[in-house]
């Protein structure tokens, strides 16, 4: 696993410039910090008198800080459209994205965000769960297309080579545990007509902007009856449709993903008009996305969520890739 891939720091180390974060803010935002979870980045409960609040610590090597002022920007306009998305808390100086130095002197930066209330869905849900996401995911994409980004924005761009190269953000699907030369021959034949067909597609503003990037059931927090957004560290320049893809991450060899699929699509629609090209690319969408997570699975290998995906889990990147090769149905489900 490469230290530019997951954060090295043990969680004291990032308990400690948790603690540090906090003395930056105002005295009623200073309280107890608790690890609640790590993923790219390490997340941390802030209690004060009983009201919480979500600190990031972003890990090295990822976004630079101009990156994660660009996120808040885009939060900042969907929140202003009544989409409910979280909201950064600015320091005493005035500053939503923090820079903290480390002993070896290198930084990390982190952001303070009110708390948003919800629970999370998960796969064992009503799937007409994908049909709601489907929806908010639309609204987001209509969003996107019309929002005149500020001067400077910028974020991280999702391609082909940045999603499923040797390069990629997310390391090489080559290193995952358990592939054969066969395997990896069904993978890179898969690749070749992946990458043939997204040339063809193409990157028209119509179908390639920004994106969340990651927008599955647990970025989302079901709340009274209404639906909120989170998560938005891999929001970036991509394909719209990938962000169907993304909906079922992880999950693509389930048997109830194609129904997923299908209730999501159902509620994307009632927003946006899909073309035939666009509803043509979604398999090589769909096992593209499978490999990237391949390429995550690989690089994060000793995150209790990779290891979370079982023995089997490379198995069935290999068993879909030779589904969508055989091009008779989306190469997704048992």
């Known amino acids: 696993m490469s230290a530019e891939q997951y954060d090295t720091l043990d969680n004291a180390a990032l308990t400690r410039l948790a603690e540090q974060a906090m003395t930056r803010y105002e005295p009623h935002l200073q309280g107890e910090v608790a690890l609640l979870c790590r993923s790219e980045n390490a997340t941390f409960v802030l209690t004060v008198e009983g009201r919480r609040h979500a600190l990031r610590l972003h890990r090295a090597n990822y976004h630079q800080k ?20 979280p909201e950064a808390i600015a320091d005493a100086g005035g500053e939503r994205v923090l820079t903290l130095a480390l002993p070896d002197g290198s930084e990390r930066h982190a952001v303070l965000f009110h708390w948003m209330e919800g629970e999370m869905p998960t796969t064992e849900v009503d799937p ?36 499923v190269g040797p390069e990629g953000h997310w390391g090489d699907w080559r290193d995952a545990p358990g592939l054969s030369l066969d395997d990896k021959s069904v993978v890179e034949k898969a690749l070749r007509s992946i990458d043939e067909a997204m040339a063809g597609f193409g990157k028209d503003a119509s179908r390639y902007g920004l994106i969340h990037a ?12 209404e639906t909120r957004v989170i998560d938005f560290d891999d929001c970036g320049m991509g394909w719209y449709l990938h962000d169907l893809a993304a909906a079922i991450s992880f999950e693509e060899h389930h048997p109830n993903a194609e129904v997923w699929v299908e209730q999501w699509l159902k509620g994307y629609e009632e927003v946006i008009t899909l073309s035939e ?58």
């Open 66 to 85: 101009a990156d994660i002022e660009s996120e808040l920007a885009w939060l900042d306009a969907l929140r202003e459209t009544g989409i409910q998305v």
């Open 128 to 163: 007409r769960s994908f049909h709601q996401l489907g929806r908010i995911t639309a609204k987001l994409h209509e969003h996107s297309r019309g929002w005149p980004q500020p001067e400077g924005f910028q974020r991280i761009v999702w391609n082909h080579d940045t999603m």
């Open 214 to 225: 990651d927008l599955r059931l647990t970025n989302l927090l079901m709340h009274e009856g």
């Open 277 to 334: 090209e666009e509803r043509a690319i979604i398999p090589s969408m769909l096992i593209q996305r499978r490999i990237q997570m391949t390429a995550w699975m690989a690089s994060h290998a000793d995150t209790e969520m990779a290891r979370s995906l079982g023995s089997e889990w490379v198995g069935h990147t290999v068993r879909l890739c030779k589904r969508y090769l055989e091009g008779k149905r989306l190469p997704i489900g048992a």
